[in-house]
């Protein structure tokens, strides 16, 4: 991984970290391929990364409809606290920017910017229930924060999509060592364990987990 404060440009792109891996593109690739998504949510945007890959990929076959949300406003783990997020929000702006203008059909681009509880919710509210074919969850990394917007997303999602999490087994080393509040897994788990019936877990990277809904 690239350190954040080292420039890394991939076709004119600009991104200060090298989190999402050639190896997670090759399997949204196929997913994308499987799939053949037009409405996608992506829940944690950053520098737009991931964003850009889904325009590029998607908007080569198809019109596409995606839902970015980010806060921007940054948290108190590892590299992040000392980020600068006014400058990674304009990255994300011209990087999804420069993906929008090199994609080959039309882009609706949606960015809401907030708390991914409270624009999940208003997604709700605004009749989006079952709307997206893909859900992209890669946002706080607090055990709560992942379990809530697994919960509000799963009913955004329609039956027969995928929902992939990202940082599964990310876990930040503490003072008193690892503390299963401040990682994603057990409220992933949680949300997975819960909802057993209504979903099948895909076979992928264990940084990353697949799940596919079965049913409401």
Request: proline content about 5%.
């Amino acid at each position: 991984m690239a350190g954040c404060g080292e420039s890394i440009e991939m076709d004119a792109y600009e991104f200060t970290n090298a989190w999402f891996k050639e190896e997670h593109k090759a399997l949204w690739a196929q997913l994308f391929g499987m799939l053949k998504p037009a409405r996608l949510l992506e829940i944690g945007s950053f520098e737009g990364a991931s964003a850009c890959f889904a325009i590029e990929a998607v908007g080569a076959q198809r019109p596409v409809e995606l839902h970015c949300i980010d806060s921007w406003q940054g948290s108190a783990e590892g590299p992040f606290a000392t980020i600068d997020m006014g400058a990674v929000e304009a990255r994300f702006h011209a990087n999804v920017a420069r993906a929008r203008a090199k994609a080959a059909h039309e882009v609706a681009l949606h960015v809401h910017k907030g708390r991914s509880d409270d624009e999940l919710a208003r997604l709700l509210l605004s009749g989006a229930r079952g709307r997206f074919d893909f859900v992209y969850v890669d946002a706080s990394h607090q055990a709560p924060d992942a379990l809530s917007d697994a919960v509000l997303a799963f009913k955004l999602l329609r039956p027969g999509a995928v929902m992939i999490f990202d940082d599964y087994l990310w876990a930040e080393e503490m003072p008193y060592g690892r503390d299963p509040l401040l990682c994603p897994k057990p409220g992933i788990d949680a949300f997975v364990n819960l909802h057993f019936r209504k979903l099948k877990v895909l076979s992928a990277p264990l940084e990353q987990l697949y799940v596919r809904k079965l049913t409401d």
